[in-house]
Nanobody, 121 residues
Framework: QLQLVESGGGLVQPGGSLRLSCQASGSPYGIGWFRQAPGKEREGVACISRLGGITLHTDSVKGRFSISRDNANNTVYLQMNSLKPEDTAIYYC?????????????????WGQGTQVTVSS
């Protein structure tokens, strides 16, 4: 199983920005960012194909969040701008054994432990 470690979460004011990082122990294929807010199911936020040529973002974050990757360092990022209180959640990165992009939880077999993002005044 690929080891994934998220970092970069924290407390931020509404309208602020955070950049999350996902460090992998090896070369990941397709990578997804997911989040789970209190009382909610885990939700796909963004995904990126192995080479970075294809990305998807869920409608609620389009124009605000951007996924990217640095394959030389086995790292995937989620830049989060214009943060809203409803973005508050634990954010997870996950890897799948396919090159393609997916926002479906069951498509991913390797998961990090998550990093807390809290957007509050």
């Amino acid at each position: 199983q690929l080891q994934l470690v998220e970092s970069g979460g924290g407390l931020v004011q509404p309208g602020g920005s955070l950049r999350l990082s996902c460090q992998a122990s090896g070369s990941p294929y397709g990578i997804g960012w997911f989040r789970q807010a209190p009382g909610k199911e885990r939700e796909g936020v963004a995904c990126i194909s192995r080479l970075g040529g294809i990305t998807l973002h869920t409608d609620s974050v389009k124009g605000r969040f951007s996924i990217s990757r640095d394959n030389a360092n086995n790292t995937v990022y989620l830049q989060m701008n214009s943060l809203k209180p409803e973005d508050t959640a634990i954010y997870y990165c996950a890897a799948r054994g396919s090159n393609s992009c997916s926002l479906y939880v069951s498509d991913f077999g390797s998961w990090g432990q998550g990093t807390q993002v809290t957007v509050s005044s």
